[in-house]
């Protein structure tokens, strides 16, 4: 992994590079920025944002949405109104004009990440990690069996962090695989090896390695855990800050 503080000079995407996108989201709801991020949305985004409810996450839509399209324009070099987003039969958003760049969004309290790949699927994900998070209820919901036997030789701490590392792997896997919540969160397993995914057969009982998927641990600051899945296992990552 390569970590830098700013973009790099060259916005041009090797095949084999998945870059990662960190922006503050208090920096983009500055009133001047938010104004000028909601100039990118389309129709339909722009009515997605009045059925909001509440101010704060009408906000965080605009900025994550609108963060999306400009970093995309940069890679595209057209203006970020001008992208089209059609979306898959599973919700996953994608390019309609510019299919080989394949990219994923997620945001959590004050931080967003936007992940881009070329001719990759990627998913990204990242959490809030909250003192109050009911560990053990969600994992005997959402969790596999391996998982729950890793997170019960666990305790405080350690065992908060190794259930946000397992949630955000997995929520990064099904937004990179493209079926998202159509997959059983209990039939992913990211406990063992750390770098992998293992899906449940049905059929068998068995746990099979996906062997053209590779999960990587994001830092995305304090009180937060974050999670990358890409396709295969050729590929670098670099890590930039959006300074705006």
Not at 97 to 114: N, P
Not at 187 to 205: M, Q
């Amino acid at each position: 992994m390569v970590d830098r503080r700013e973009p790099p000079p060259n916005l041009a995407l090797p095949v084999r590079t998945v870059h990662v996108w960190r922006a503050g989201l208090e920096d983009l709801r500055e009133a001047a920025r938010l104004r000028r991020l909601e100039q990118h949305l389309s129709v339909d985004e722009r009515a997605r944002t009045a059925r909001f409810r509440f101010a704060r996450d009408r906000e965080q839509f605009v900025a994550a949405r609108g963060l999306l399209r400009e970093i995309l324009a940069l890679y595209l070099g057209v203006a970020a109104r001008q992208l089209r987003f059609d979306y898959g039969a599973n919700g996953k958003p994608f390019l309609a004009e510019y299919g080989t760049l394949r990219f994923s969004v997620s945001h959590s309290l004050d931080t967003v990440l936007v992940a881009i790949a070329h001719k990759r699927e990627v998913g990204v994900d990242i959490e809030y990690a909250h003192a109050g998070v009911a560990v053990e209820e969600i994992a005997e919901t959402v969790f596999s069996v391996p998982e729950r036997h890793a997170l019960s030789r666990l305790d405080g701490e350690a065992k908060r962090m190794a259930f946000l590392r397992f949630w955000t792997g997995k929520e990064a896997y099904i937004k990179a695989d493209g079926r998202g919540v159509s997959l059983p969160l209990k039939d992913i397993d990211v406990s063992v090896p750390a770098d992998r995914v293992a899906v449940l057969d049905e059929a068998t009982g068995r746990w099979r390695v996906c062997t053209n998927w590779t999960l990587q641990m994001l830092a995305a600051g304090p009180d937060h855990a974050a999670a990358l899945a890409a396709e295969g296992q050729d590929w670098r990552l670099v890590c930039c800050q959006w300074s705006g």
